[in-house]
């Protein structure tokens, strides 16, 4: 099984870029398909991006399009996403997860949830 560990969240003003982290543990990643997903305070919780299981192939929800880059470094056993041109919508929890398919975004699709990293956009 895997555990996941979010990291790299906090308070950035409207513009500004983030990198969140997800570091696995207790198995390599290198056969799971990975995601980010965030809710916000009232919201349901939205797929943000995906990844294939070898990076060659990503999917991401249309409202982060041309801002934000999902990557991963297999031999580190981490997943990132690159967060610019951020906006005060953007200011949610963010959780990264593992699925044995390849590329998904529904949440259905994964079986491992890292325990959340929050990020918080100012005007």
């Known amino acids: 099984q895997v555990q996941l560990v979010e990291s790299g969240g906090g308070l950035v003003q409207a513009g500004g870029s983030l990198r969140l982290s997800c570091a696995a543990s207790g198995r390599t990643i290198s056969n799971n398909g990975m995601g980010w997903f965030r809710q916000a305070p009232g919201k349901e919780r939205e797929f943000v991006a995906a990844i294939s299981r070898n990076g060659d192939s990503a999917n991401y929800a249309d409202s982060v399009k041309g801002r934000f880059t999902i990557s991963r470094d297999n031999a580190k056993n981490t997943v990132y996403l690159q967060m610019n041109s951020l906006r005060p919508d953007d200011t949610a929890i963010y959780h990264c997860?593992?699925?044995?398919?390849?590329?998904?975004?529904?949440?259905?699709?994964?079986?491992?949830w890292g325990q959340g990293t929050q990020v918080t956009v100012s005007s």
């Open positions: 997860a593992a699925s044995v398919f390849t590329v998904c975004s529904k949440s259905g699709c994964y079986r491992y």
